[in-house]
């Protein structure tokens, strides 16, 4: 059963932010880096499988973990900027705090696995589910960023394509 409430829903945006949305460099260069990122994700989630089911390859799957979370500080960074320049904070914009909270936690996993990597502190199974565990909560938040770039773009929609979409 769906609820609504008789209160209406702030769009994610205002007038103000969506024009300095669309004003901001940063736009773009979160557009650029979130699928590159995805890309590195999915590559290095292959190497960590294969390495897990078969023992191989865990300089490769290292090599690729590092490189995931070399893409992360940058989007995360990068991130940071943009919602300053979009909504006036660094980070925990009303618009995006759970996604912000969960992204804290995906970078907190990513760096305990390149301080594990640098101090040998677990062995290559360690590693690789480390590494799994931050590639679980990456998904959950890519996820919740899909779904807030969907919920952007159907409150920018002209209602009747709004009612197609829903369809």
Known sequence: MIRRTDRPRRPLYDTAERARRDASPWTLVQGVLAPLQFLVFAISLGLVLRTLATGEGAGAANASVVAKTLVLYAIMVTGSVWEKAVFGRYLFAPAFYWEDMVSMLVLALH????????????????????????????????????????????????AGLVAEAAR
């Open 111 to 158: 760096s305990a696995y390149l301080a594990a990597l640098a101090t040998g502190a677990l062995d290559t199974t360690g590693l690789m589910v480390l590494a799994l565990a931050a590639y679980a909560t990456y998904a959950v938040n890519a996820a919740q960023f899909v779904l807030k770039l969907r919920t952007a773009r159907l409150q920018a929609a002209p």
